[in-house]
């Protein structure tokens, strides 16, 4: 596996500053760091998600510099981007009233990724890793609007717009969309329980011909759910070959899971 090397401050500054943009009263965040806590924003255009993907580039050429040369790392960042613009724009899966919405835009991300650094012996968990390290480094520039949309997480009304998206989902009215439940939860063990029994990212790698990227999105849950607060746990995924991707949140628990699942 190829280990990247921690990403200048100065840089990492410059990369979040340039990756982050305003959806309507909510920060939407950059893709990789996507959460259904963040609420209904606006659609993203292709534009913009080329702009993201072009800080997401600049961001992981720095974290890799040192292990190809220089030359090399922006002739296949450059074809990152190619790839990347050819896989917009995205199928639509109800738009951003969709809370997984966000998540949704991930996939070109690492798909555009994976095509252009397979070729240079880097493997999926690889990409999945350099985009994990990526939004980890991220978070601290925005922790109080992760925070924000944590606290709002547990409110009642959020609960119903949970909800209401939730049964929107088993109408199942776009191919690639994910399915899920969500419900009480005991306020002891969970607060929030959401299941899922199909994931939309898993369908569109799978689409691609890519179904090995699928378990790498999900791993950057952890680290999103420490900054927002959320207490998330999770024992299963689809990707891991589950039969339902099963997140519990609970207000004021730690995240313990991270990179590595335990």
């Known amino acids: 596996m190829h280990h990247v090397t921690m990403l200048p401050r100065y840089t990492r500054r410059a990369f979040c500053s340039f990756a982050l943009g305003t959806c309507a009263a909510l920060l939407l965040p950059f893709s990789c760091m996507a959460s259904i806590a963040q609420g209904i924003g606006k659609p993203v255009s292709d534009e913009a998600l080329k702009a993201e993907f072009a800080g997401m ?15 090399d790392l922006r002739a296949m960042f450059a074809q990152a981007r190619q790839a990347h613009a050819r896989l917009l724009p995205l199928p639509d899966i109800g738009g951003p009233e969709n809370l ?35 939004a ?60 899922y029994t199909e994931c939309g990212l898993m369908k569109y790698f799978a689409s691609l011909g890519m179904p090995e990227l699928a378990p790498y999105p999900c791993r950057v849950d952890f680290p999103t759910a420490r900054a927002e607060g959320t207490g998330l746990a999770r024992t299963s995924t689809l990707a891991e070959g589950g039969k339902v991707c099963d997140f519990r949140y609970k207000q004021g628990r730690k995240t313990t899971q991270g990179w590595d699942m335990a």
């Open 100 to 134: 997984t919405y966000p998540s949704f835009l991930v996939g070109p991300q690492y798909a555009a990724l994976y095509t252009a650094m397979r070729p240079h012996g880097f493997s999926a968990r690889d990409v999945g890793k350099l985009v994990y390290d990526l």
């Open 57 to 71: 580039c600049a961001g992981a050429e720095q974290m890799l510099a040192g292990q190809r040369p220089a030359e």
């Open 136 to 195: 980890v480094y991220s978070f601290e520039e925005q922790k109080e609007a992760y925070r924000a949309n944590g606290q709002r997480f547990f409110t009642p009304e959020y609960f119903a717009l949970l909800q209401g998206w939730a049964m929107r989902s088993q109408q199942r009215r776009y191919p690639l969309d994910w399915v899920q439940t969500v419900f009480r939860g005991d306020g002891r063990d969970f607060d929030i329980g959401v299941n």
